[in-house]
């Protein structure tokens, strides 16, 4: 009988039926709290885009990214599904909360049983408050919304403080995380509201977008910071009990354990952490690459004014500031406060919002020299923790791959350069606003870090040691060359391909989608840089010393090929060459690696800025012995790096584990990072118009010559929209644009034209090449270009001049152009020479012809002559006396119109152009006949745009004559 009883008794034992890891509440949260409100953007934007980003004040294009509000509240479906979300969202949301409660106050025992049921009630309210502003909607009952909205924020401050105060101290990740998360929360509530208010009460256009990206940005953190609770409930389970006993699968129940299969790995951990990290740090790393980038711009700005030496140039010598770190002190405080010290770097970005150019040049160099001194203190600190070294190298380098994708994705801008602002496509607001959150993860990463380096044996043993040996000239010399060497070719991703481009049929490649290519061989270039054996190694030298000698001395595919080797070839040797200055004298190695960095930059201006530099008859079109000497510099540098080598083999198993990690993240950013940029390039090909012309029918066509000053306007902004904007309103078939060529350190290795072109629907000749030393002439054409002659034309003394020499299938029949630019006023003889050049391509040619050049002479002077009479063209109305640089020609063409636009303050030239209409017999129209007529009697659709009458638009109207002219032929 007993023992019956006791086989009954424990058949009815509670038996766990099955056990849920309460880490999986944390996860199915963040999931479906994520999903509901990006679901919903995406939406939202596909569906009802420009009614989403409507205000009551303003729309599209002022108000271009919709609110949280308008988001998930104010359409079909994306209401519906937000809501759907939100409400799957819930039971993870009210779980959570009580399983905070019972961690706190039952398992960490953190709090009191009051402190915790007082958290408790907060995070329920706070939930509930939540399902009112997200089912009662703005729409619906806007004071009823405001409420839940308004009381769910107030009780976020006690929820967050009190997680965060009941997070346990051992539990350090979790608290980094939540400090972090917390801190940023309540940081962006004030600009939010600042931006409101300038929404609301001052109506400022463009302030509610703004405000929507701080309020989604609450949203990121807010979700986030419930999402850390995976941390603490990874050793903490739900269990399912049958209590009868009698469940059929109670024999199959497994035993509790105390470290449940499927927790989160330590391992797991740090990789999350690196993760972080390395996000934040690739994007100041960026902020690096644009400051130095933008520097150079913005002094080039300066002598194009002065046309000569300005006194500007000496903002490059900024980059001697990390000099100071030979002070030790100073060098490691900079270094154990590098957040700190990024922080202030951001002045540069947020120049942008000074008007002033001096200003702007000033703050952006400021900004600079903390941002190189901070990177050079780190690496200098790190030279004998070689791990840490090579995982801040191969962040640095993947802040340039990141550069060049971010500019692709803004047609080879950067919207954070203090060139941008909102009105051109700038962002720097967000920009400003990721750095800060970057270099505060940084700070708080780090104070985390010198807390367990002050307990650990370890650090205090590799601090002990010495500097190795190796020659710090010759590291130098390495390490700034490398620096030259990246910022003149790898800073954009056309860069190299404008540098050697060819004329038609032998183009070369397109800018998109062959900058992707270009971004993946740097990607590809740091993939294989810890091999240093192979990266250091003389055979390895070789191959990119021949792919430099393939790149200057070829053109087109041919040269890309090689460009894209010693990309490869460069972005592998950078952790080596930072190797090699890390450990040498601070002060003399980083002098000598910055004057060369310097020197080249200089060299590199005066190899075409020699007409208007000292000495600058010495280094005229010397771009091969520029490339020559950075090649040998390189090779000094490598040859000490190698000997380097060897010698870290222990130290880099000290640190084994830093290595394994910066490497296996350099391979998932840079597959990141390749992948966006092949997405960019799709959507831009898909994006892009096909060029049509405006008058196919009539077989007429608009054609304008007009000097731009390097897309830069005369306030120092971006000028290529508003360039954009004067093309299309003018409705130009063929343009050619002047002082076009900014693939150089100066101007930001920009190529603003790919805008122009795919927004508007052109065809582009970019002109001769980079590397043949002119100031650029290019050309967009709304017909094919059937194939195209870049010229040098003869330059004895000054400035090279260039001209493009193009044939186009103009309405089926083949027309000739030319664009070109010729020389100073200074030097008459090089323009008589080659105006004499550019009368023989015309006068050769057997089409019909369009002339679009900077001639510099006055009408009916020698030089006008020796074009118009020696090309056997027709100006377009000799009787406009007011002329000096640009002029119009044609032959073989009936001409409709001729018009001069103002410039709108883009620059400092006006636009001309000419109208005109193919007809049958073009040798009957060889010689012109100037018979005026009015506007009245010219076919409306033949006629300029009217737009342009009186006042114009956007500064731009009609001038001198203040009307366009018409003729008869």
């Not at 989160?264 to 740090?281: C, D, K, M, N, Q």
């Not at 040859?639 to 080598?645: E, G, I, P, S």
Request: charged share 15%; glycine share 6%.
């Amino acid at each position: 009988m007993n023992e019956k009883s006791a086989i009954k008794a424990d058949s009815s034992a509670p038996v766990t039926l099955t056990k849920i890891g309460a880490r999986y509440i944390s996860y199915s949260h963040t999931l479906f709290a994520y999903s509901a409100f990006f679901v919903a953007l995406g939406v939202a934007c596909y569906t009802h885009y420009y009614k989403i980003v409507q205000n009551e004040y303003f729309g599209y294009p002022d108000e271009w990214f919709p609110s949280v509000s308008a988001t998930t509240g104010d359409r079909y479906p994306a209401r519906a599904l937000f809501q759907i979300l939100i409400a799957l969202t819930s039971g993870p949301r009210f779980a959570l909360v009580f399983l905070w409660y019972f961690y706190s106050t039952r398992s960490d025992k953190t709090v009191s049983e009051t402190t915790g049921l007082s958290l408790l009630a907060v995070g329920i309210i706070r939930t509930v408050a939540c399902g009112g502003w997200v089912y009662i909607t703005s729409t619906d009952d806007h004071l009823t919304h405001d409420i839940a909205m308004v009381l769910y924020l107030l009780c976020t401050l006690p929820w967050q403080l009190g997680v965060l105060y009941s997070t346990s101290n051992e539990n350090k990740t979790a608290v980094q995380y939540r400090k972090f998360l917390t801190t940023a929360f309540f940081t962006t509530l004030p600009p939010m509201i600042y931006f409101f208010i300038q929404h609301k009460v001052q109506r400022v256009p463009g302030a509610y977008t703004t405000y929507a990206f701080f309020e989604w940005s609450l949203i990121l953190y807010d979700v986030a910071f419930d999402a850390v609770s995976a941390i603490e409930f990874q050793n903490f389970e739900i269990s399912i009990v049958d209590k009868t006993g009698i469940s059929p699968i109670a024999d199959k129940s497994v035993p509790y354990a105390s470290n449940p299969e499927g927790s989160i790995a330590p391992s797991t951990l740090r990789a999350l952490t690196s993760f972080t990290g390395f996000a934040t740090e690739i994007y100041l790393a960026f902020v690096f690459w644009t400051l130095l980038t933008a520097l150079t711009l913005l002094i080039w700005y300066f002598p194009l004014w002065y046309m000569g030496i300005s006194g500007f140039e000496a903002f490059l010598f900024i980059t001697l500031m990390p000099i100071i770190i030979g002070i030790a002190p100073l060098r490691r405080f900079v270094a154990n406060y590098r957040g700190f010290f990024h922080l202030l770097s951001l002045v540069g970005i947020a120049s942008y919002l000074k008007t002033d150019p001096v200003w702007r040049l000033s703050l952006t160099a400021i900004g600079l020299g903390i941002s190189l001194t901070t990177y050079t203190s780190s690496w200098m600190e790190s030279n004998r923790q070689t791990g840490d070294l090579e995982r801040s190298a191969l962040i640095w380098g993947l802040g340039l791959v990141l550069h060049n994708a971010v500019k692709m994705a803004w047609f080879t801008e950067n919207p954070i350069w203090p060139i941008m602002h909102k009105e051109n496509g700038g962002w720097n607001e967000i920009g400003i606003v990721l750095g800060v959150i970057s270099a505060i993860e940084v700070m708080m990463r780090d104070s985390s870090a010198r807390k367990q380096a002050e307990r650990s044996q370890d650090m205090n043993v590799l601090s002990s040691e010495g500097h190795q040996s190796g020659s710090g000239f010759m590291a130098a010399l390495g390490f700034g060359t490398l620096l030259f060497a990246l910022h003149s070719m790898y800073t954009d991703s056309s860069t190299i391909m404008r540098w050697t481009v060819d004329g038609y049929p032998n183009y070369g490649p397109e800018p998109v989608p062959w900058g992707v290519a270009t971004i993946a061989a740097l990607a590809f270039g740091l993939l294989i840089s810890p091999y240093r054996r192979l990266t250091t190694s003389l055979g390895w030298y070789l191959v990119g010393a021949a792919s430099c000698a393939v790149f200057y001395c070829s053109s087109a595919w041919t040269a890309y090929y090689g460009g894209l080797v010693l990309g490869v070839y460069l972005l592998s040797i950078t952790p080596a060459l930072i190797r090699g200055i890390s450990t040498q004298a601070p002060f003399k190695t980083l002098l000598t690696a910055f004057m060369t960095y310097n020197i080249l930059c200089l060299a590199h201006v005066w190899v075409v800025a020699y007409e208007f530099v000292p000495g600058g008859v010495y280094a005229r079109e010397r771009t091969d012995a520029i490339l020559a000497t950075m090649m040998v510099l390189i090779g000094l540098g490598v040859l000490n790096a190698n000997k380097q080598a060897m010698q870290d083999i222990r130290k880099k198993l000290a640190q084994f584990h830093v290595l394994k990690h910066a490497r296996s993240m350099t391979r998932l950013f840079v597959a990141l990072l390749v992948a966006a940029s092949a997405l960019v390039a799709m959507q831009r090909v898909a994006n892009a118009k096909t060029p049509t012309p405006y008058r196919p029918t009539e077989k007429a066509f608009t054609a304008a010559i007009w000097t731009i000053h390097f897309a830069l306007d005369n306030d120092m902004w971006a000028s290529e929209n508003r360039m954009r904007d004067a093309i299309r309103d003018l409705e130009l078939d063929v343009i050619g644009l002047l002082e076009s060529d900014t693939m150089r350190i100066i101007m930001g290795n920009r190529d603003w034209a790919q805008s122009i072109a795919e927004e508007l629907g052109y065809y582009v000749d970019f002109g001769p090449a980079s590397m043949k030393h002119t100031w650029g002439c290019l050309m967009l054409s709304k017909f094919p270009i059937i194939k195209s002659e870049h010229h040098l034309l003869p330059s004895p003394v000054g400035e090279l001049a260039c001209a493009i020499h193009a044939t186009l299938d103009v309405h089926g029949q083949p027309v000739d152009f030319i664009v070109s630019h010729n020389g100073q006023d200074e030097n008459y003889n090089d323009r008589i020479q080659q105006t004499t050049e550019l009368a023989r391509i015309m006068r050769t040619s057997p089409n019909p012809f369009v002339f679009l050049g900077y001639v510099v002479t006055k009408p009916q002077q020698e030089i006008y002559h020796l074009l118009f009479d020696g090309g056997d063209i027709n100006d377009v109305d000799p009787s406009d006396w007011d002329r000096w640089c640009e002029y119009v020609g044609f032959r073989g063409l009936r001409r409709i119109g001729y018009a001069r636009v103002s410039h709108g303050g883009i620059t400092d030239t006006e636009i001309q152009t000419g109208k005109f209409q193919l007809v049958q017999n073009p040798k009957d129209y060889w010689k012109a006949s100037y018979d005026r007529i009015a506007e009245s009697e010219v076919a409306p659709t033949l006629r300029y745009p009217s737009m342009f009458y009186g006042q114009g638009v956007r500064g731009h109207r009609y001038h001198v004559f203040n009307e366009p002219r018409y003729f008869a032929n």
